[in-house]
């Protein structure tokens, strides 16, 4: 419990009426002196009560497209054995504070409320914590409280409704086997591993999990099943802020189509990040849990093709790389040597304007927005 500066303002002021009564003998100035002190004392037997109350929050969902409404449920419960007076609760979400009036409670009694969080920057948004704040009428002391603990929203890129490539499908070495990275589906057995959550228990592997005493299942990649890459340009020095968040955007787009199709999945950032899934609803959730979180790279000068997309190992299905050909057409030359790898390349290009660079062996698509762009993807594939 504290004054606040309106209440100290008060106590300054009655010190000095009541230290002026004494010195020049007015005793109207005493009067007031002595009023402003009560009043102040009366503040602080008020506030400093300690409030007796059960406190919750829950945010849903907690998993939102950016510009997409996302709602906090504040639960306050009585739990002294008297009446409990109103008082405030303050939230904090991000960089702003979200006020509640919680009104005056019976014994045992429960009130809801709900208000509405700020969903319009990408990211992992911290909710809380959460003040409970006691005030005096005239506002001349309060008493803050911390409950409650701090939750995490998060907000994932926005999306727009996008078609799967069909098309380009791993290649097989000469000798039948599949590439080293082929990701699990159906068909080869490429590996024993222990059991993770999410694999099918028709693929266990009795005979390894009674050896090794731990659940093993049977891992296999699917050589006939379209395989979807995007590289996303994540250099500091490539695109502007804005430019980049589009970019994010139209990555989120494609991923989260080619996913939903079943398709095996992978998102590769220029920084190294290296996401591969199998396709389906969990994959959706583990790439927009990425790109939730992905922010352009500060330092030293970086190359568009990162090392984990150059190794001779991976290969097959369809590269898309969203990046921007401002940087000229020698930003865009560490692509020709990934041509022979893929089915197809496509480069999509953001923000530069103008004619779109000229890459060999890749079809090139120019766009303004992520919209735009997802609607020239559309008209292709």
Not at 190 to 195: A, F, M, P, S, T
Not at 222 to 236: A, I, M, S, V, Y
Not at 253 to 281: E, K, Q, Y
Request: hydrophobic residues 40%.
């Amino acid at each position: 419990m504290r004054p606040t500066a309106r209440g100290a303002a008060v106590l300054g002021v009655s010190v000095l009426l009541v230290a002026a009564a004494e010195w020049a003998g007015y005793p109207l100035f005493r009067v007031l002196g002595a009023i402003g002190l009560g009043a102040l004392l009366a503040a602080v037997a008020v506030t400093a009560r300690g409030m007796r109350v059960a406190v919750s929050r829950v945010v849903y969902p907690d998993r939102v497209e950016r510009g997409r409404p996302a709602l906090a449920k504040l639960r306050v419960r009585n739990l002294a054995g008297r009446p409990q007076p109103g008082f405030a609760a303050w939230d904090h979400a991000g960089g702003s504070t979200r006020s509640v009036q919680v009104r005056a409670l019976a014994e045992g009694a429960e009130a809801t409320y709900q208000y509405e969080l700020p969903t319009g920057t990408r990211g992992l948004l911290a909710v809380g914590p959460l003040t409970l704040l006691r005030a005096d009428p005239f506002g001349l002391a309060r008493n803050r409280h911390p409950a409650g603990e701090i939750a995490t929203l998060w907000v994932y890129p926005r999306t727009y409704p996008a078609r799967a490539r069909t098309g380009g499908f791993p290649r097989h070495h000469h000798d039948g086997a599949t590439t080293d990275d082929s990701l699990r589906g159906s068909l080869d057995l490429r590996d024993v591993r222990e059991y993770q959550p999410g694999d099918e228990v028709r693929h266990l592997h009795w005979k390894a999990t009674a050896r090794t005493g731990r659940m093993m299942v049977r891992d296999y990649a699917d050589p006939e099943q379209p395989r979807f890459t995007l590289l996303l340009d994540t250099r500091g020095d490539a695109l502007p802020p804005a430019v980049f968040e589009e970019a994010v955007d139209l990555a989120a787009s494609l991923l989260a189509a080619s996913a939903t199709a079943g398709h095996h999945s992978r998102l590769v950032t220029s920084g190294g990040a290296d996401l591969a899934t199998s396709g389906g609803p969990l994959a959706v959730r583990q790439l927009l849990d990425e790109l939730c979180q992905v922010r352009q790279d500060t330092g030293a000068e970086q190359a568009l093709v990162p090392g984990v997309l150059s190794a001779v190992r991976h290969r097959g299905g369809c590269l898309t790389v969203v990046t921007s050909g401002s940087g000229g057409p020698g930003a865009l030359g560490g692509l020709a040597g990934l041509r022979a790898r893929y089915s197809s390349v496509f480069v999509l290009d953001l923000g530069s304007g103008g004619v779109p660079p000229v890459v060999p062996g890749a079809r090139v698509l120019g766009a303004g927005s992520a919209a735009d762009a997802v609607r020239r993807w559309n008209e292709v594939v």
